[in-house]
């Protein structure tokens, strides 16, 4: 059973993310500001903080299984350095298939300085908005992983959640090793929302 004090982080959680998707909306013109009220009282009393989200590969093994894992997201309205941390496993836009998700690791942000491991590549810094992504699989060669290595630095804005619960099967799941900051903050979330025997009718495995 939730406990009050879940319920209150979660409402708190709710009501930041319905404001955050309705300003990004006024900013980008899609709502007016008389139909901002409307769309922030809707999405807090009608919205999901969550959504279902099916990945398969071997790139991010042994976090997801390369068979496929079925993924309960956390929506991430407007993706900043105060919104998603270095450690957490994001779904992003595909820089090289606008269509596509990937499920990556993230890596570092802007203001980091990435060095090669191959001297002949200059070092260099991620610029505002940037941020970089990896798989988790260490036993595949960088080329075959597509992520940052390959594509290069990605737009943080391009996230669009942040995997909080991971179930490869019927009877092996379990929340996802992400961030201390953000796991803190997705516990009421994770909580409220997790519908195991949801996950598990939508498997695709």
């Known amino acids: 059973m939730v406990s009050t004090a879940t319920w209150i982080r979660y409402l708190a959680n709710k009501a930041e993310y319905s404001y955050y998707l309705c300003w990004k909306n006024y900013i980008a013109g899609h709502i007016t500001e008389k139909e901002a009220g409307d769309a922030i009282f809707k999405h807090f009393f009608q919205g999901k903080l969550t959504f279902l989200h099916f990945n398969k590969g071997e790139e991010m093994a042994p976090t997801i299984g390369a068979q496929g894992g079925t ?40 203001g980091y300085e990435m060095a090669s491991t191959d001297e002949k590549d200059e070092p ?9 992504v990896v798989a988790d699989n260490e036993n595949i060669k960088p080329k075959d992983a597509n992520d940052s290595r390959t594509f290069g630095p990605v737009c943080t804005a391009d996230i669009i959640g942040r995997v909080i ?37 939508n498997h695709k495995a």
């Open 71 to 110: 993924l309960l997201v956390r929506k991430i309205p407007m993706s900043s350095p105060m919104k998603v941390f270095v450690g957490d496993v994001v779904v992003l836009k595909s820089p090289v298939k606008s269509d596509n998700f990937l499920v990556r690791r993230l890596a570092a942000i802007e």
């Open 165 to 201: 619960y991971c179930l490869k099967s019927a009877v092996d799941h379990g929340p996802v090793n992400n961030s201390i900051f953000s796991m803190q903050k997705d516990t009421p979330v994770l909580e409220v929302e997790l519908d195991v025997d949801e996950m598990v009718k």
């Open 124 to 132: 260099f810094v991620l610029e505002e908005d940037q941020c970089w």
